[in-house]
T-cell receptor, first 114, second 111 residues
Framework: DSGVTQTPKHLITATGQRVTLRCSPRSGDLSVYWYQQSLDQGLQFLIQYYNGEERAKGNILERFSAQQFPDLHSELNLSSLELGDSALYFC?????????????FGPGTRLTVT | AQSVTQPDIHITVSEGASLELRCNYSYGATPYLFWYVQSPGQGLQLLLKYFSGDTLVQGIKGFEAEFKRSQSSFNLRKPSVHWSDAAEYFCAVGGIDKIIFGKGTRLHILP
């Protein structure tokens, strides 16, 4: 158990809908990262937050947004969903923002868009 | 800019055989290097990491990796694989302020 929790575990929704994925980092970790993992694209970094502020952006679509709240939990919002958005979405956390900070991964949310 | 390459998408080895998974990185300074493992349906778990010092690092589950600066490599090894080692393995390189993950190598084990 990494100490990172993600809810829900599974999500099935229809095209055009909007969903919110939730992540609670390990106690004491200030950074939260979101990743998308699909069979064809592999593990893709989406976005990072540090202590409530956006820190880095990766291959995140404009239809996707995220935020980190004062209690450090984070939410990833996916809107106007398309079939291609079906994937595993991982949240990870780390103590800070250095490249030497190990990232601890949650179990993921499996999103299926039908 | 940082980058990391895992040249093998799939590797198949027999149970009990030795294993080496390749990882090459690109970074201007001494990087921070990591290997993660992802079992089916699970999140990624850290196997081992290298920051400095001894270039041969030991990790969990009997894995080790060797940092070779001259080859810009950080290959993962295990002397004898078990069926439970079947998983996807990710190499990652950390710079000043971020970690980049490779695309992963899926390991298959033959009984």
């Amino acid at each position: 158990d990494s100490g990172v929790t993600q809810t829900p575990k599974h999500l099935i929704t229809a095209t055009g809908q909007r969903v919110t994925l939730r992540c609670s980092p390990r106690s004491g970790d200030l950074s939260v990262y979101w990743y998308q993992q699909s069979l064809d694209q592999g593990l893709q970094f989406l976005i990072q937050y540090y202590n409530g502020e956006e820190r880095a952006k990766g291959n995140i679509l404009e239809r996707f947004s995220a935020q980190q709240f004062p209690d450090l939990h984070s939410e990833l919002n996916l809107s106007s969903l398309e079939l291609g958005d079906s994937a595993l979405y991982f949240c990870a956390s780390s103590v800070a923002t250095s490249g030497r900070d190990e990232q601890y991964f949650g179990p993921g949310t499996r999103l299926t868009v039908t | 800019a940082q980058s990391v390459t895992q040249p093998d998408i799939h590797i198949t080895v027999s149970e009990g055989a030795s294993l080496e998974l390749r990882c090459n990185y690109s970074y201007g300074a001494t990087p921070y290097l990591f290997w993660y493992v992802q079992s089916p349906g699970q999140g990624l778990q850290l196997l081992l990491k290298y920051f400095s010092g001894d270039t041969l690092v030991q990790g969990i589950k009997g894995f080790e990796a060797e940092f070779k600066r001259s080859q810009s490599s950080f290959n993962l090894r295990k002397p004898s694989v078990h069926w439970s080692d079947a998983a996807e393995y990710f190499c990652a390189v950390g710079g000043i302020d971020k970690i980049i993950f490779g695309k992963g190598t899926r390991l298959h084990i033959l009984p």
